[in-house]
């Protein structure tokens, strides 16, 4: 089996397992599936779930597309080479209830082809970030301990370094740098090494996007019953708008696929059913929205520092000494 095969059958089977457990946690939903092909070579399967129990909108998109290297993606992707190929997974999924978070994560391989059609470049990329709400440390915690567990079967540096490359890209940096949520970890051409060859780096794509169920999943099931009121909601909807703006604004692979004649359905599955934008919209000091703007201001070591739940039962128990 070539590199090619080898990762298309990766990435497929990671959309499969990815579906079932999704649908497994809403107990109603299920995807709808939209096979599509590219007019200038390849396709992908689209699969979307909406109007569920617990998923208010969804997509796990697979892609594998290809095609003659532009002047416009010389110029504005800095890609060099006569020929390109990118196979990967895409997914975000929306919450009905505002205190269950979005969730995001790519896998991909990238390769560029000389016009003999011979391999001249290979990279690989991808990541999962959290968005939440209303801000859970425990879930963070969670959420994180389960990719740096990953990362550490692999390499013991890839967890604070792809957490760092996670923090500084879902920025909006024209928000006094405001990130999109907790982070997570994101990593971005990576290329084999006589260390790390091909097979390391697709072992660890596959590996990380076999992660999502425990890493988000398990919150969405401590989360999904929770009670909310429309304040929540609306809280919800604000924070998506920072979604989109980031999406729409900053985001590379959006970038990409538009540059690259993408299926605008399948790039813009990423937004959320419902958004609002209200002018200058401040959370009142002190709330849990307050707190979870405020988390979002800074990067955060999630699993290395003093949680406020901590914090506030040691002081309980130095007040009962």
């Given at each position: 089996?070539s590199?090619?095969?080898?990762?298309?059958?990766?990435?497929?089977?990671?959309?499969?397992?990815?579906?079932?457990?999704?649908?497994?946690?809403?107990?109603?939903?299920?995807?709808?599936?939209?096979?599509?092909?590219?007019?200038?070579?390849?396709?992908?399967?689209?699969?979307?779930?909406?109007?569920?129990?617990?998923?208010?909108?969804?997509?796990?998109?697979?892609?594998?597309?290809?095609?003659?290297?532009?002047?416009?993606?010389?110029?504005?992707?800095?890609?060099?080479?006569?020929?390109?190929?990118?196979?990967?997974?895409?997914?975000?999924?929306?919450?009905?209830?505002?205190?269950?978070?979005?969730?995001?994560?790519?896998y991909?391989?990238?390769?560029?082809?000389?016009?003999?059609?011979?391999?001249?470049?290979?990279?690989?990329?991808?990541?999962?970030?959290?968005?939440?709400?209303?801000?859970?440390?425990?879930?963070?915690?969670?959420?994180?301990?389960?990719?740096?567990?990953?990362?550490?079967?692999?390499?013991?540096?890839?967890?604070?370094?792809?957490?760092?490359?996670?923090?500084?890209?879902?920025?909006?940096?024209?928000?006094?740098?405001?990130?999109?949520?907790?982070?997570?970890?994101?990593?971005?051409?990576?290329?084999?090494?006589?260390?790390?060859?091909?097979?390391?780096?697709?072992?660890?794509?596959?590996?990380?996007?076999?992660?999502?169920?425990?890493?988000?999943?398990?919150?969405v099931?401590?989360?999904?019953?929770?009670?909310?009121?429309?304040?929540?909601?609306?809280?919800?909807?604000?924070?998506?708008?920072?979604?989109?703006?980031?999406?729409?604004v900053?985001?590379?692979?959006?970038?990409?696929?538009?540059?690259?004649?993408?299926?605008?359905?399948?790039?813009?599955?990423?937004?959320?059913?419902?958004?609002?934008?209200?002018?200058?919209?401040?959370?009142?000091?002190?709330?849990?929205?307050?707190?979870?703007?405020?988390?979002?201001?800074?990067?955060?070591?999630?699993?290395?520092?003093?949680?406020d739940?901590e914090?506030?039962?040691?002081?309980?128990?130095?007040?009962?000494?």
């Open positions: 089996m590199v090619k095969e080898h990762w298309i059958s990766i990435i497929h089977q990671m959309q499969d397992n990815i579906c079932a457990a999704v649908e497994a946690c809403d107990g109603k939903a299920i995807f709808f599936e939209d096979k599509w092909d590219r007019p200038e070579g390849g396709g992908g399967k689209t699969r979307v779930i909406a109007n569920g129990n617990v998923f208010e909108k969804g997509g796990v998109n697979t892609s594998i597309v290809f095609g003659d290297v532009t002047d416009a993606m010389k110029t504005q992707l800095k890609i060099n080479g006569a020929k390109w190929f990118a196979c990967g997974l895409s997914l975000v999924i929306h919450p009905l209830n505002p205190f269950v978070p979005t969730v995001h994560c790519n991909r391989m990238f390769e560029l082809y000389n016009e003999k059609e011979e391999v001249i470049d290979r990279w690989f990329g991808g990541g999962t970030d959290l968005t939440p709400y209303y801000l859970f440390e425990e879930d963070a915690r969670h959420f994180h301990q389960t990719y740096k567990n990953v990362c550490d079967q692999f390499d013991p540096s890839f967890y604070p370094t792809f957490k760092n490359t996670c923090d500084n890209y879902f920025v909006n940096w024209h928000r006094n740098e405001e990130r999109r949520g907790i982070g997570g970890i994101f990593y971005d051409y990576q290329r084999a090494t006589e260390k790390q060859d091909v097979d390391f780096w697709m072992n660890f794509g596959n590996r990380c996007g076999n992660a999502f169920a425990e890493a988000y999943i398990t919150i099931e401590k989360r999904k019953h929770a009670a909310y009121t429309e304040a929540n909601k609306h809280w919800q909807e604000i924070r998506r708008g920072r979604y989109v703006e980031f999406n729409l900053h985001d590379r692979g959006t970038l990409f696929g538009l540059k690259t004649n993408g299926r605008i359905e399948s790039i813009l599955m990423s937004l959320p059913p419902t958004v609002r934008f209200e002018y200058n919209y401040q959370p009142a000091f002190g709330t849990a929205e307050y707190k979870m703007q405020e988390a979002c201001l800074h990067p955060r070591d999630w699993l290395n520092e003093t949680t739940e914090k506030d039962e040691w002081a309980r128990r130095s007040n009962t000494c």
